[in-house]
């Protein structure tokens, strides 16, 4: 099949995006057309792709900076990766992107803005499926702000509410602040080696150029020239060359921009808040796609992180911190959404911990099912809410179970997927997950355990709450099942999220065959190991959603007193508290440089300058023709004085 | 020193200076003037102190480009002429007056 | 003799000139102009340019003179200036101009070639051989000495501004004579323009005024031009 027809994938959405932005947001119908459209083109395009029928066409070069003597220029160009962890991940974005869009028809049918929604959507499949695609760190950096920028767009998709609008802000600062880290990263490992470019080869040569020397020495030339393997690649040149120092930025940079969107601890704040866009954007943006970004591009240039032990260490730490704290947070909320929220920052952490810990084939395991079951969460819960009359609060539910069963059959699936019950897709991947952290530390496995223990507790208070037991307000009690477009989605969501994790559809057993390569160098693949693979989790998760049933069955509020864990270790408050001091602070020196520095001195100045020279010269324009006259006879015989005599 | 004046050679100089000296009269006539017409008239005066020297060269040079470039000075002042009074008679209109230090509304 | 001449026209040239701009009474400097024309036009005779003597006694001090007096008239300017002389612009322009006189003295006392004798210069030559041959040509059983009729200088200058065709050095001013004409349109045009005054149309006979025109306010036109 013609290379060419890849290009469709950016193209297609990005002309969605485009017609909508400059004409189509008035005709919804229309909107919704094109880039309901445009994803399932991507995802056509993306199961051939997958298949491999389709070959990366040729890069097309975006931007070509000339080197100097000694040091070479850069060449940035937009290509497109075809491996198989590219291929994977895009037919997860473009089959849950599909998928949302579908069940956006129904659930935004009554929005006067929709058109205006489905162009962000476009907007964020133009731009994840180039961070999917990106076959340098430029091209990926410049996408990457394309997800960001239309998550800005769509979480302030109301932005008639304030909340709405400053989630929005809160959102895109937090991304930047991260992206100042990425893009110190990006420009690290630029100096270091002259190059940008992340595609497989030129990883695997870079690691290779870096750890040599230490094989040379193991090695006989015999043996490095009878493997050549994926390792033997041309070293990228140019560059400073490396030093332990320079690499270890390199790490934290590039785990910075991770930080930022996929909402690791420091940063985490904006997520939760991010709820206040429509259900359908959390489900893809903030659940699914987006926020996986961070741990895609971990796992992408994950032979550059196994250059750094320490930079892995605070990978993993960070993670692990993460997982358990957002856990802990979400067993106390009570807006259906946030607990979903915190639910994807924790696995969000899970991932991030398993890339630290050496395991990027359990991370994109993991990556993959969550997709699955943490779309259908949100879609499910959308379709909640939806049967609510925009009814966030789970206190005010009860009795679901009911009176819209097929929402309330698939959110159960998803809930199980997601704590792991035996049989359904987390199982699989959380657990394989567990054991490759095991393998790096059993601290980080034991904290892992607990978080799923405490996964299992919240989700389960959460299904009990809002689906059994009496009925606790009259949205609750009237409730109407959500029409098929709504449903479909749904129905297939929960069928990946059962089938996803098994082995039969081997999904692990692609990852582990793309991560082989990878991990040989460093650590040896982990042996399979049962009980602590699926006996021990599983039975920490299966007490305690016991736990939660008892503790939570026909309450009428919550039982648990009001702790810290529902202020949210107060984390907000704090950075409230910080920020005011210090930005009022450097806000106030800023203001006196900006009031007599800049206006003062320079604009103030430079205006008081001009209007003084302009009185000065305001003196000859007497109007009188007479000294118009002697002024310019005057200029002739000097002009011609100098001209004739002065030399 | 009279009788040596009167049967001296004529040069090219003295038809340079005596065109320098007319043009200088006009000058000055344009700059202390407070009459328009009259100081159109020296700028006039000025252009045929340029005609002169034009036609002086014409001669000295053996070539009659120079008398070709004066019939076109001639004909353009005469144009220039016609409209520059044209223009004070509508300023005449206006201002019901032709003396320049009425006329300052260049003043900033 | 052509000394004495020279002195004459141009001492007298000078005279007038300086009373054209010491006079206070318009007319009179419009009468002055005249003669300095007319001195100058002596001038332009003692260079052997005759034609242009004509043409400047013609134009300049014929029709552009009638010219100054009839505005001056139209205009009744009041006949000299009350207004006392600026010392102050006469003494600056009167350094200007010795400034002015002095780069000229200094400039042709540099340049030695301008000391020659300007009578003892050849009498511009019209024909080139090769245009002599032609016009010979062109004029089969001509008198041998017919050549020399047609070399005077009116002759010589139509010519030049009328010929199209002349040798391969040679320049023709048929295109700027051309353009020269177009100007004098654009002139004459100009002036009618700037000299029309709008007045309201009058009816022609037989036909009936339907509206009144709206009066026309002296004020508002007053403010517009100020």
């Known amino acids: 099949m013609d290379p060419y027809i890849a290009w469709f994938l950016l193209l297609a959405p990005l002309a969605s995006a485009i017609a909508i932005l400059l004409h189509l947001y008035r005709l919804p119908a229309m909107a919704m057309f094109a880039s309901v459209g445009s994803a399932s083109l991507c995802f056509v395009i993306a199961i051939f792709v997958a298949l491999g029928y389709v070959h990366p066409p040729d890069a097309w070069t975006w931007i070509s900076l000339p080197g100097t003597t000694g040091h070479g220029g850069m060449e940035i160009e937009i290509g497109m990766i075809f491996d198989p962890l590219s291929k994977a991940m895009l037919l997860v974005v473009t089959g849950v992107g599909l998928l949302v869009h579908i069940f956006s028809i129904g659930y935004m049918a009554n929005d006067p803005g929709r058109g205006r929604f489905f162009g962000g959507l476009s907007i964020f499949m133009f731009s994840m499926t180039g961070i999917v695609l990106a076959t340098n760190l430029i091209e990926l950096f410049f996408f990457w702000e394309g997800v960001g920028l239309s998550s800005y767009l769509l979480i302030g998709f109301w932005f008639t509410k304030e909340s709405a609008a400053a989630a929005a802000n809160k959102a895109f600062v937090c991304n930047r602040l991260a992206d100042f880290g990425f893009m110190i990263g990006i420009l690290t490992y630029w100096i270091m080696l002259g190059t940008v470019s992340i595609k497989p080869a030129d990883l695997a040569g870079t690691y290779n150029a870096i750890n040599l020397p230490q094989v040379e020495s193991t090695l006989t030339p015999a043996q490095i020239a009878a493997n050549p393997g994926p390792a033997i690649a041309v070293r990228p040149s140019g560059g400073i060359g490396t030093s332990p120092l320079l690499i270890t930025i390199m790490v934290l940079g590039l785990f910075a921009g991770c930080v930022g969107k996929s909402a690791m601890f420091p940063l985490h704040v904006w997520l939760p808040d991010a709820m206040e866009g429509p259900t359908p954007v959390s489900a893809l943006i903030h659940a699914a796609t987006m926020v996986a970004a961070g741990v895609y591009m971990l796992c992408r240039v994950y032979p550059l992180l196994l250059l750094s032990d320490a930079g892995m260490f605070f990978i993993a730490s960070i993670g692990c911190i993460t997982a358990f704290f957002a856990a802990l947070v979400a067993i106390q909320q009570n807006d259906i959404k946030r607990i979903l929220a915190y639910s994807t920052l924790s696995q969000l952490g899970y991932m991030v911990m398993a890339v630290g810990c050496g395991g990027p084939d359990a991370a994109m395991f993991h990556l993959t099912t969550h997709a699955f079951f943490k779309a259908l969460l949100f879609l499910a819960a959308g379709s909640v809410i939806h049967a609510l009359h925009e009814e966030q609060d789970i206190w005010k539910m009860g009795g679901l179970w009911q009176k819209i069963p097929l929402t309330s059959a698939t959110f159960g699936i998803g809930m199980l997927a997601l704590i792991g019950f035996p049989g359904f897709a987390g199982f699989f991947s959380k657990d394989y997950l567990l054991s490759a952290c095991y393998d790096y530390s059993p601290i980080f496995y034991w904290v892992g355990v607990i978080t799923a223990a405490l996964t299992a507790f919240y989700m389960t208070r959460l299904v009990v709450v809002a689906f059994f037991g009496p009925a606790r307000s009259d949205a609750a009690r009237h409730p109407h099942e959500s029409p098929r477009n709504m449903t479909i989605p749904l129905i297939l969501l929960a069928i990946l999220s059962v089938v996803g994790g098994w082995p039969l559809l081997g999904i692990k057993a692609y990852f582990h065959a793309w991560s082989v390569p990878l991990l040989q160098a460093v650590i040896a693949v982990p042996e399979p190991n049962a009980f602590l693979e699926m006996i021990l989790p599983s039975t920490f998760v299966l007490f305690s959603v016991g736990l939660a049933v008892v503790v939570y069955w026909g309450q009428e509020r919550d039982p648990l007193p009001d702790t810290v864990l529902a202020h949210k270790f107060y984390v907000d408050e704090i950075y409230n508290r910080f920020l005011v001091a210090v930005q009022q602070m450097v806000a106030n020196i800023l203001s006196w440089i900006d009031g007599w520095i800049l206006d003062g001195l320079i604009l103030r100045g430079s205006a008081y300058l001009c209007v003084g020279v302009g009185e000065l010269l305001r003196l000859f324009q007497t109007g009188s023709l007479q000294t118009y006259a002697f002024l310019f006879s005057l200029g002739s015989i000097l002009l011609i004085y100098f001209t004739l005599f002065s030399h | ?108 | ?226």
């Open chain 3, 1 to 226: 003799m052509n000394a004495l001449f020279f002195w004459f026209f141009s001492v007298a040239m000078i005279i007038c000139g300086l009373a054209v701009i010491l006079n206070r009474n318009a007319v009179a400097s419009a009468i002055c102009f005249a003669f300095t024309i007319f001195y100058m036009s002596g001038l332009f005779v003692m260079l052997s340019a005759f034609f242009l003597a004509a043409v400047q006694i013609l134009v300049t001090a014929g029709a552009v003179m009638v010219l100054f007096l009839f505005i001056i008239m139209l205009l009744d300017v009041d006949a000299s200036e009350k207004i006392p002389r600026q010392r102050v612009w006469m003494a600056a322009s009167l350094v200007l101009g010795l400034g002015f006189i002095y780069l000229v003295a200094r400039t042709l006392n540099e340049m030695p070639e301008g000391a020659v004798g300007i009578n003892s210069a050849p009498e511009p030559a019209y024909f080139s051989q090769q245009q002599a041959a032609t016009e010979a040509n062109r004029h089969p059983g001509a008198t041998p000495g017919f050549l020399t009729d047609l070399d005077d200088d009116t002759h010589r200058i139509g010519r030049l501004l009328f010929a199209t065709k002349v040798g391969p050095n040679e320049t023709t001013y048929v295109a700027p004579f051309e353009i020269t004409s177009l100007l004098i349109l654009v002139a004459t045009i100009g002036v009618i323009v700037l000299c029309k005054q709008d007045e309201p149309r009058r009816p022609e006979p037989g036909e009936e005024i339907i509206h009144e025109a709206p009066p026309v306010d002296p004020k508002k036109e007053t403010t517009l031009t100020r």
């Open chain 2, 1 to 108: 020193m009279g009788t040596n004046h009167l049967t001296m050679e004529i040069t090219l100089n003295h038809y340079l200076a005596v065109g320098a000296i007319l043009f200088v009269i006009g000058l000055i006539g344009v700059i202390t003037r407070r009459n328009l017409i009259i100081i159109y008239m020296s700028l006039e005066m000025m252009l045929q102190a340029a005609n002169l020297t034009l036609v002086a060269f014409s001669r000295f040079n053996g070539h009659l480009d120079g008398q070709v470039f004066v019939f076109f000075v001639i004909t353009v002042a005469a144009a220039e002429v016609a409209v520059g009074l044209a223009l004070i008679v509508a300023l005449y209109r206006l201002r019901q007056t032709t003396q320049v230090q009425d006329l300052t509304t260049l003043k900033f």
